[in-house]
Nanobody
Framework: QVQLVESGGGLVQAGGSLRLSCAASGRTFSVYTMGWFRQAPGKEREFVAA????????YYADSVKGRFTITRDNAKNTVTLQMNILKPEDTGLYYC????????????????WGQGTQVTVSS
């Protein structure tokens, strides 16, 4: 089992940057695919980025490709999301999640979720 705690959200102007972190408990962190999702008010939770268990393969939503970077440190049980050139449409509650198997872009693949951290981008 994995417990996830996100941090690093906040209020930023369009064009700015934020770095989200997710700290995981449990000794089996390195077996999980780790992902970031976000949910804007009135919208469904959507995939943002994911990284394979070893960190060598990364996946991004088209809307964030080239602006966001996901990394993980299996020695420290952390996964980060560096977000650059932020846009108002990036506003939402950002969740860290862990998956054992399944499609990395599907919410249903993820068994463990954090509580979320709020990102607000002003225009």
């Amino acid at each position: 089992q994995v417990q996830l705690v996100e941090s690093g959200g906040g209020l930023v102007q369009a064009g700015g940057s934020l770095r989200l972190s997710c700290a995981a408990s449990g000794r089996t962190f390195s077996v999980y695919t780790m992902g970031w999702f976000r949910q804007a008010p009135g919208k469904e939770r959507e995939f943002v980025a994911a990284t394979s268990s070893g960190g060598g393969i990364k996946y991004y939503a088209d809307s964030v490709k080239g602006r966001f970077t996901i990394t993980r440190d299996n020695a420290k049980n952390t996964v980060t999301l560096q977000m650059n050139i932020l846009k108002p449409e990036d506003t939402g509650l950002y969740y860290c999640a862990a998956a054992e198997q399944g499609g990395v872009r599907r919410r249903e693949s993820y068994s463990y979720w954090g509580q979320g951290t709020q990102v607000t981008v002003s225009s």
